[in-house]
């Protein structure tokens, strides 16, 4: 049984450091997650404190079951095309009966004749004709929402880029994915959402979207949401700002 083998291997490392004892925690985390292993049953299906979220990570974070679950079904052309098929539907009922989870119909004779169209305006034309999208932004979109994953953006005259961080991140911890200095350094972001930038901005930058009152300063306690289009003022050693 799990939960045995679980507190006899604890015990183990116990007895190489007797300063350790055996936590509420954990003895309640493996008994539950024994119970649904000797059933057979993903954990996905349970609900976890945080300690005991924590706990599965420390100790059991090769169970695949506990991560959220993205299926990917490839059909062909004319299935995917016409939205139908015999096998979607026992599809959804096995996934639903273990542990469930997204499903996205995906098909790659479509994708790769939309990738082989020669421009993204015979890609398009292709899509009206069939009414048919791509499914590759869907699948996108599927994997950051279930790492809890988002972006915001950085714009120049030379660039512009995207940066990806964990939902609920904070503007000082966005900064450091770009430099881990920021972090330290940080002292505030201006900050415009992506649907504001992408109505009111035109050739000269960003005129429109300030007059609009759109472009805000935040300070460290600033939660960053999907989208954002900043700019950061990071301070240097000497405390000037960059």
Do not use: C
């Amino acid at each position: 049984m799990f939960y045995e083998a679980a507190v006899a291997a604890e015990n183990l490392a116990i007895k190489k450091n007797p300063k350790m004892k055996l936590s509420p925690v954990f003895l309640e985390t493996m008994r539950k997650v024994g119970e649904l292993l000797d059933n057979n049953k993903p954990l996905a299906l349970a609900e976890w404190t945080e300690g005991e979220a924590q706990m599965i990570k420390d100790k059991l974070n090769m169970l695949i079951t506990i991560k959220p679950m993205v299926y990917i079904v490839n059909l062909d052309r004319k299935s995917f095309v016409k939205k139908k098929n015999k096998w979607l539907k026992k599809i959804v009922d096995h996934i639903q009966a273990n542990g469930g989870g997204k499903m996205i119909p995906y098909s790659v004779e479509y994708e790769e004749e939309l990738n082989d169209a020669g421009s993204a305006e015979a890609a398009e034309e292709i899509v009206k004709e069939t009414g048919a999208k791509s499914s590759l932004n869907k699948i996108i979109k599927a994997g950051y929402d279930d790492l809890a994953l988002q972006q915001f953006f950085t714009a120049g005259e030379k660039e512009v880029r995207a940066w990806t961080v964990q939902s609920g991140s904070f503007a000082p911890e966005a900064a450091g994915v770009i430099h881990t200095d920021f972090i330290k350094n940080f002292i505030k972001v201006e900050v415009v959402s992506w649907p504001d930038f992408d109505a009111l901005q035109d050739t000269k930058g960003l005129d429109k979207v300030k007059a609009a009152g759109k472009w805000s300063q935040k300070g460290k306690d600033y939660v960053m949401q999907d989208g954002d289009v900043v700019h950061f003022q990071i301070g240097g050693s000497s405390g000037k700002k960059k």
